[in-house]
């Protein structure tokens, strides 16, 4: 029987070979693939489309690319790798010296066995990307250049999954689908966001989750556009990416700094005991920066494992399956799920008996906890819980406050509302 990290693995190598970009038949195959996992509301937005200070671009779709020397023997082969060709590069078929092609050609010296990622989004040009290595093997003549690609009106495709909750409120969960053949920017993240789905709807959570799929930038961008008057039930949120390396687990803040979002990653990291590191919010990076912009200012953090470009793959062909790992994707998950159940359970309770300490063992609540290892903090948790339900503290307020664990306050809040002594 595979483990949870297995299969979430396995998606990322059925996804790997994909030519995704911001728009294309790269995203819908890969939202078709993700919608066998969980079910996807797909939508499909009109190039030309006002989506606030952008307009959705160009429809870009491509067919095949190479560089063949005069035997024909393709030197590079977008077969090969959907990273060899410049993301939204414009059609070309021509025939060039190697002088020429030079303008066009991207490598990486300084790993000259790697493939870089480049993209043209805003610009129209061409261009291809290759090994240092191949380059430097080329010998000076002629070569055969194609690029057949279509750059048309089409749309801009972006999906999302909803795990219905109690209460309407939402907490999203966002991951960009654009990139090309890059296993942990971002195909990881799609993995650990779809699992995470997956795993919510075995119960019913307390928040409704809403998860989207969508490009980078433009793609969160034409989500908030398209969804303003809705963003009032937005009451937390996190961007995963680079969530599958052998990193240590990195949590970036939101905006404000001070969101719940950013206090339960923080408890949630720091109670595990796991190596992680917590970055204050930087307006650069994923699509945090989207949904943190001043006019919306929700609650998002970014999760992540090393942050990009923190890692010498990152956009580079070594970015491959090989690169992450199903224990680094599992870990990534747990910390999720984690994160989500005290997300669900924080509330603030009302002490019904504030004067004085209430009786405990006449209300069986000793007798509850009778043979239990950790009876004295079993203990502790439930006057913590008494004397700070106010209606002004949360669960995490104590837990942060007493020094205990989140879910321990949280089973002393529901011994305690059982026998009636708090309420929420």
């Not at 993240?189 to 409704?208: M, Q, S, W």
């Not at 700070?388 to 949360?394: F, K, M, P």
């Amino acid at each position: 029987m595979t483990t949870t990290g297995e299969q979430m693995h396995a998606l990322v190598e059925r996804l790997y070979p994909l030519c995704r970009s911001i728009t294309g038949d790269g995203v819908r195959a890969t939202l078709e693939i993700v919608d066998e996992y969980v079910p996807l509301q797909v939508h499909e937005v009109p190039t030309g489309t006002q989506v606030l200070d952008w307009t959705v671009p160009q429809e870009w779709n491509i067919r095949d690319a190479y560089i063949a020397d005069t035997a024909g023997n393709r030197v590079v082969d977008f077969a090969a790798s959907s990273l060899h060709v410049l993301g939204y590069s414009v059609p070309v078929s021509a025939t060039m010296p190697l002088a020429e092609l030079r303008g066009h050609l991207h490598t990486l010296p300084e790993h000259p066995a790697w493939v870089p990622y480049r993209t043209s989004y805003y610009k129209p040009q061409w261009g291809f990307c290759l090994a240092q290595e191949t380059l430097d093997a080329l010998p000076d003549g002629e070569y055969e250049v194609r690029i057949d690609s279509t750059l048309a009106d089409g749309h801009l495709t972006y999906a999302e999954h909803v795990v219905p909750g109690q209460v309407a409120d939402e907490v999203i969960v966002s991951c960009h689908v654009c990139h090309p053949s890059l296993a942990n920017d971002n195909l990881a993240g799609i993995a650990v966001a779809t699992f995470l789905a997956r795993a919510l709807a075995e119960r019913t959570p307390h928040y409704t989750y809403r998860f989207i799929f969508a490009p980078g930038t433009i793609g969160a961008i034409t989500w908030l556009a398209r969804n303003a008057e809705r963003i009032d039930r937005v009451k937390h949120g996190l961007v995963l990416a680079c969530a599958g390396d052998p990193g240590r687990l990195t949590y970036k803040q939101s905006r404000r700094g001070d969101a719940e979002i950013d206090r339960v990653l923080r408890h949630v990291l720091r109670a595990s005991e796991r190596p992680h590191h917590i970055a204050e919010f930087t307006p650069y990076g994923y699509d945090e920066r989207q949904y943190c912009s001043p006019g919306f200012d929700l609650g998002v953090g970014s999760l992540s494992r090393t942050p990009y470009a923190g890692y010498p793959e990152y956009h580079t062909s070594a970015d491959n399956p090989g690169f992450v790992s199903p224990e680094a994707m599992a870990d990534t998950l747990a910390v999720c799920r984690e994160a989500c159940a005290v997300l669900d359970r924080n509330r603030r309770y009302v002490n019904l008996s504030p004067y004085g300490e209430p009786q405990l063992g006449r209300r069986g609540l000793y007798d509850a906890l009778g043979g239990r290892s950790d009876t004295k903090q079993a203990e502790m948790a439930m006057l913590w819980v008494l004397s700070l339900s106010d209606g002004e503290h949360s669960l995490l307020d104590v837990a942060e406050r007493s020094g205990l664990s989140f879910d321990t306050i949280a089973v002393a809040a529901g011994a305690l509302q059982g026998a009636g002594l708090i309420k929420a």
